[in-house]
């Protein structure tokens, strides 16, 4: 049993970093955002190995099933196209990936030396749903609701944005499916 | 069991690629999804935390940050919609008006 | 009681074939009801002639499918197009793994639930696998390269993304009741006859009129409006592909009268009777297929009887009424909850 945790974490961990690493390579955009959606199975994964059982299904249901399909749905609209490389990145690429990487080690090497006796014990605590609902609902209660003021400022912020302004769409050639469609998004 | 140095590197590794991919990329949606990537690497790194520490905090700091993502994914891409109407384009390099 | 490792995967995995066999057997007869029954609803006789009564009907149906020619269009994006009916097939068979369908039993010696798995957060995992089934529609959809295609699968997503937000919050009032997200705690809960559809009338209500939404059928069917969309986002696709989208939304449907049985008509209570091996097993099993099978009919009904809804009032009779009942459902029960 001792290994089966470490497998589970290479296999799926290796499937993370696949996923991102595609992302960063391919160019069409929808398959980036497949990517994505990759990485964040895999993640919840991990998250059900730390005994977040209940962020690692909403991991699934928030990230992949909401989030993500908004992106995958507003690719599809715009029929977003692989577009060349950026022209003015020259310096972004030349001295910014590499500088990147260098801070890469630096913290890879960073974390292997403060955190090498650091195990995770076995036995894990189970966050279980019904105690992260109290600490939401108690300690968490104000972030909770300010987030919800913020959420609802978020829709009606979407809703303004994206739709179209009244002129156009006095037209007959718009039907009403527009206007619920938006809703949607 | 498993050193938490792994998750942390693994989470390092993921951001990594996230900001790499905010840089490299030339498309509008594309950047976007990288910064998902970048959010979706420091969660991993608060949950390996909240279990190193036994402490629940990280993770409703993780599900805080899912909500507020939920919210910024519906107003960026209405926003790129927006964009979109306008301009007609994705390319970030054609996105110049204020320079000119 | 420890059982050793082994047996524990052995029982696994007789479970989990068994399952699968009994989903794919289902699956195909439940089209075989479905055009039976619709049949005699339109005084029509339907398929009668394989077999008696024509049940080997789905057989000759499963072998026409397997041999016929398999065309894929030369303007497809080749991978997505491949993926897109295997991504609905696995999620819509992956939800069955936490449904129970009876109590804990015990059989030779040992201990196990009538479930493949059970975890403490059942429910979320029905709806988060739920939620990804827009996938596969919509990534059939956009890599067929038609419009008639694309036109479909948008619908088919902004639909489900719109429903699932309805169904979800429907299912809410009854977890409050239970006190749990977990399946087999929720069946619990309602034990001695208490069964959440009375309290619950109005989740139950809202939940079945999104189901039907979730898996695409009539009434609301606009995904694949045969009349406006030539077959909306499976147009593009033949035989044994084809297959899979059929297959995967009648498994759709099975796991959301599953999931209707469990929440709101009490799981496998039931009155039983007799000795252990009939009052434990057979008896729960059959009621759990009763009520399953109860809805599975309630859907061929509604096919048989209703008309599709125009795209416009579909938007709006999920975003305009049934999320603000649903919410407002929600905020009574747990006022409930919290004043008991």
Redesign the interface.
């Known amino acids: 049993m001792l290994n089966l945790q470490l497998i589970l974490f290479l296999i799926f961990g290796a499937l993370a970093v696949a996923g991102g690493i595609n992302m960063l390579r391919s160019r069409s955009p929808i398959y980036g955002a497949l990517s994505l959606i990759l990485v964040m199975g895999a993640l919840a994964v991990l998250y059900l190995l730390l005994g977040a059982e209940f962020i690692a299904f909403v991991q699934i249901l928030v990230y992949a099933g909401a989030i993500m399909v908004l992106f995958v749905f507003v690719i599809m609209l715009l029929n977003a196209q692989p577009l060349p490389p950026h022209e003015r990145a020259r310096f972004a690429r030349r001295l910014g990936l590499p500088a990147i990487f260098i801070l890469l080690g630096i913290l890879a090497a960073a974390f292997a030396l403060r955190y090498s006796r650091a195990r995770l014990a076995a036995g894990s605590p189970m966050f279980h749903v019904r105690s992260i609902g109290q600490a939401l609902f108690h300690q968490g209660l104000l972030p909770f609701e300010a987030t919800s003021v913020l959420f609802l400022v978020g829709i009606a912020g979407a809703v303004l944005l994206a739709a179209r302004p009244e002129t156009q769409s006095s037209g007959t050639d718009t039907p009403a499916v527009k206007a619920a469609d938006r809703s949607g998004l | 069991m498993i050193p938490l140095s792994y998750y942390l590197i693994l989470s390092g590794i993921l951001f990594t690629l996230g900001v790499a991919g905010f840089i490299v990329k030339s498309d509008l949606i594309s950047v976007f999804i990288s910064i998902e990537l970048m959010l979706n690497a420091v969660n991993l790194s608060l949950i390996a935390f909240s279990h190193y520490l036994r402490d629940m905090t990280g993770n409703l700091f993780v599900f805080f940050v899912m909500v507020v993502a939920a919210a910024e994914a519906a107003v960026g891409l209405a926003i790129i919609i927006a964009v979109v109407r306008n301009r007609q384009t994705l390319s970030l390099d054609e996105m110049d008006l204020m320079k000119h | 009681m420890q059982m050793p490792l082994k047996i524990y995967l052995l029982i696994a995995l007789i479970k989990t074939v068994l399952s699968l066999a009994v989903m794919a057997s289902l699956i195909a007869y439940v089209q075989l009801a479905e055009r039976r029954i619709v049949a005699r609803m339109q005084s029509r006789v339907g398929p009668t002639r394989v077999g008696p009564w024509g049940l080997l009907q789905p057989l000759a149906d499963t072998f026409k499918l397997l041999l016929k020619e398999d065309i894929t269009p030369s303007q497809t994006s080749s991978g997505?197009y491949l993926l897109a009916p295997a991504i609905s097939v696995t999620l819509a068979l992956l939800s069955i793994a936490v449904i129970p369908f009876g109590p804990v039993i015990h059989i030779f010696g040992y201990t196990t639930p009538l479930q493949i798995t059970n975890?403490?957060?059942g429910l979320?995992?029905i709806?988060?696998?739920t939620?990804?089934g827009?996938?596969g529609i919509?990534?059939a959809?956009?890599s067929s390269n038609s419009k008639y295609s694309?036109l479909g699968?948008?619908r088919a997503?902004?639909?489900m993304?719109?429903y699932?937000l309805a169904l979800g919050l429907a299912l809410v009032g009854p977890v409050l009741l239970a006190g749990s997200?977990d399946l087999r705690k929720i069946v619990a809960a309602q034990a001695g006859g208490h069964w959440f559809i009375l309290p619950e009338i109005v989740a139950f209500l809202i939940y079945l009129t999104a189901a039907f939404a979730e898996t695409n059928r009539i009434p609301f069917d606009l995904p694949e409006a045969e009349g406006e969309l030539g077959a909306g986002y499976h147009t593009e696709y033949s035989a044994m592909k084809f297959a899979l989208f059929f297959f995967s939304e009648y498994a759709n449907m099975i796991t959301v009268s599953c999931v209707a049985t469990l929440v709101f008509l009490g799981g496998w209570a039931g009155p039983v009777f007799g000795p252990v091996w009939l009052s434990r097993i057979v008896l729960p099993l059959f009621w759990f297929c009763l009520k399953a099978a109860f809805f599975l009919f309630l859907f061929i009904w509604v096919r048989g009887t209703l008309p599709r809804f125009r795209?416009?009032q579909?938007?709006?009779l999920g975003?305009k009424v049934l999320v603000p009942v649903a919410l407002a459902n929600v905020l009574i029960t747990s006022l409930v909850v919290a004043w008991r």
């Open positions: 997505l975890i403490n957060v979320l995992f709806l988060g696998v939620s990804l827009v996938y919509v990534l959809g956009w694309l699968s948008l997503g902004s639909q993304v719109s699932e997200l795209y416009d579909l938007m709006a975003w």
